[in-house]
């Protein structure tokens, strides 16, 4: 079974440029997460959709943070100006389910903010 | 809104010592999911646990999950080197929309 997939691995953009991440789930996984981890801190949940809607985007700063769901299945993640601060690994994850069933996670994009 | 807290931060243990690692909800969990991560890894699902006090075993590693639904434990007896990495529980709470939100994690070193 093939895992979740994201591209790019490693991303190095000026402030103020635009960047965007992309995530392949799990085939027939419902749930997709977007988490921001910065190093030393635990993943901060950014969006949680749920097929192509979106059940949680709480802590997704809108002003610069978009999210789509194409079809209910690959995402994407925009940053669009980037801040210094948002330098973190982003990680996408997949779920069968929402509420009962593990998230397996990709291998992150490491965004570097100079 | 939901908050998840780990205890401690750090733990740096030398091989063949026991490590605890506690975490806490301030909301009523559906379940708690523990989960590693390896330096410069993603993390990696270990256990689910859903009933109030349930406990769970996988070798050297033992799961609790409290009778309130709102705290967790992660003991592990006489740590190898293989176990570094960082451990992080998350749980959807109820009436959040199932988000899944992680604690800070633990960070376990051990000393060979």
């Known amino acids: 079974e093939a895992g979740v997939a994201q591209s790019p691995r490693y991303k190095i953009i000026e402030k103020r440029q635009s960047v965007a991440f992309w995530c392949n789930p799990i085939s027939g996984h419902a749930t997709l997460y977007w988490y921001q981890q910065i190093l030393g801190q635990g993943p901060k949940l950014l969006i949680q959709?749920?097929?192509?809607?979106?059940?949680?985007d709480s802590q997704l700063p809108k002003d610069r943070f978009s999210a789509e769901r194409l079809k209910g299945v690959d995402s994407t993640l925009k940053i669009q100006p980037a801040k210094l601060e948002d330098s973190a690994v982003y990680l996408c994850?997949?779920?069968?389910?929402?509420?009962?069933?593990?998230?397996?996670f990709g291998q992150g994009t490491r965004l570097t903010v100079v | 809104g939901q908050q998840v807290m780990q205890i401690p931060q750090y733990q740096h243990v030398q091989e063949g010592e026991d490590f605890t690692t506690y975490c806490n909800s301030s909301t009523t969990l559906s379940n708690i999911q523990w989960y590693k991560q390896r330096p410069g890894g993603h993390p990696v699902f270990l256990i689910q646990l859903v009933k109030s006090g349930e406990v769970k075993k996988q070798k050297r590693l033992t799961f609790q999950f409290g009778e309130a639904k709102k705290n967790s434990s992660l003991h592990i007896t006489a740590t190898q080197t293989t176990d570094v990495g960082t451990y992080f529980c998350?749980?959807?709470?109820?009436?959040?929309?199932?988000?899944?939100?992680f604690g800070q994690g633990t960070e376990l070193s051990v000393k060979p």
């Open positions: 994850a997949s779920s069968l389910e929402q509420l009962s069933t593990e998230a397996f």
């Open positions: 959709f749920q097929n192509n809607g979106v059940v949680d």
């Open positions: 998350a749980g959807p709470g109820y009436n959040q929309g199932g988000k899944l939100i």
